[in-house]
């Protein structure tokens, strides 16, 4: 289709024909007002996004009603919809029951989930408040998870997401923890606190929202009422995991300090027992090579075991020491 399928003159301009005065558009300069291109805007034809241009001879009309609703299929597609439901919603859209409680609904599931604000920091500051030592790897590695975003045309500078994770993170590294041992922990725990979120979201979709999702797409007043609901229970996860990650703080921290305490006293009875804490991984791999009936005694005779060695190792490393004092005196 030609630069000129849309008649006279180079650009938008007032139509002439009966008076109108609305703005009309060749395919091209569609595009440029839309930010989409021609083939996309051919292609969204094609898939019914886009009504049919009015056609004039042999050229096509696009009109103010093409433009908006390209941008609305732009800022849907922006907001993570495929092209398959934005055509759904549009399509009920057209039908009357209108798309402001289900924009209403995505703008707040898209909205910011914490009161917490981004923040800028200098490469010179960065290094300053870790210790001043500059570590690339370890500044890739965070880049890489997100606890820093590079800044277009400022090499030296990074967006922090969250000021509140990098402090944590210089704390740790003031306490003593590597920088890549931070950001591995980091890792860890994403894949973990990722896992609770998805279940969180199960459980409120199962016994919450599915009533108001029913629909494809939900109605006007069930998606605003959905939205009104996650404003309502957007804090609870939070809450709720602070509150269990505070109980299990207070009974491991208990568990470990009587654990390092008890590893001063003097010697222990042999019938008595004390509990030890493992990680469940590796009591599953002890289980699954002994069964399930003999992870106490691989575990007792393991530990008994490398008990024994470090002891013949300290025992030679000492008299290797005293043979080199009486071969120096």
Same mark, same amino acid.
């Given at each position: ?42 292609? $969204? ?16 009309? $696009? ?6 609703? !390209? ?141 108001? !999702? ?116």
């Amino acid at each position: 289709m030609s630069g000129r399928e849309a008649g006279a003159g180079s650009g938008p301009g007032p139509a002439a024909a009966g008076g109108r005065s609305a703005t009309e558009y060749r395919i091209e300069d569609l595009a440029h007002a839309s930010g989409a291109t021609v083939r996309t805007i051919r292609a $969204y034809q094609d898939r019914g996004l886009l009504p049919t241009p009015e056609r004039r001879g042999r050229a096509n009309v $696009y009109g103010e009603a093409h433009l908006a609703r !390209l941008l609305r299929i732009a800022d849907l597609l922006e907001r993570g919809y495929t092209l398959a439901s934005i055509k759904e919603l549009l399509e009920a859209w057209d039908a009357g029951r209108g798309l402001g409680g289900v924009l209403g609904l995505v703008a707040e599931v898209h909205g910011p989930w914490t009161d917490e604000e981004a923040d800028r920091i200098t490469r010179v500051e960065l290094d300053a408040r870790f210790g001043g030592s500059q570590d690339d790897e370890a500044i890739a590695e965070a880049v890489e998870l997100g606890v820093l975003e590079r800044v277009p045309g400022k090499a030296d500078e990074f967006l922090v997401p969250s000021p509140q994770e990098l402090a944590v993170a210089v704390e740790l590294h003031a306490a003593g923890v590597p920088l890549l041992a931070i950001s591995g922990h980091l890792r860890e725990l994403r894949g973990q606190v990722e896992h609770i979120a998805s279940r969180f979201l199960e459980f409120t979709t199962e016994h919450v929202f599915a009533r108001y !999702l029913g629909h494809r797409p939900p109605t006007d007043s069930d998606a605003a009422e959905a939205a009104s609901m996650v404003r309502r229970l957007r804090p609870l996860a939070q809450q709720t995991v602070d509150a269990e990650l505070a109980r299990a703080m207070r009974m491991f921290a208990t568990r470990h300090l009587h654990h390092h305490l008890g590893s001063q006293e003097s010697a222990v009875e042999g019938s008595e027992t004390r509990p030890v804490l493992l990680p469940a991984r590796t009591t599953q791999s002890v289980q699954d090579l002994v069964g399930a009936d003999q992870v106490a005694a691989f575990i007792t005779a393991a530990a008994e075991r490398e008990v024994q060695a470090r002891t013949l190792d300290t025992l030679a490393s000492s008299h290797a020491i005293t043979n080199k004092v009486d071969e120096n005196g």
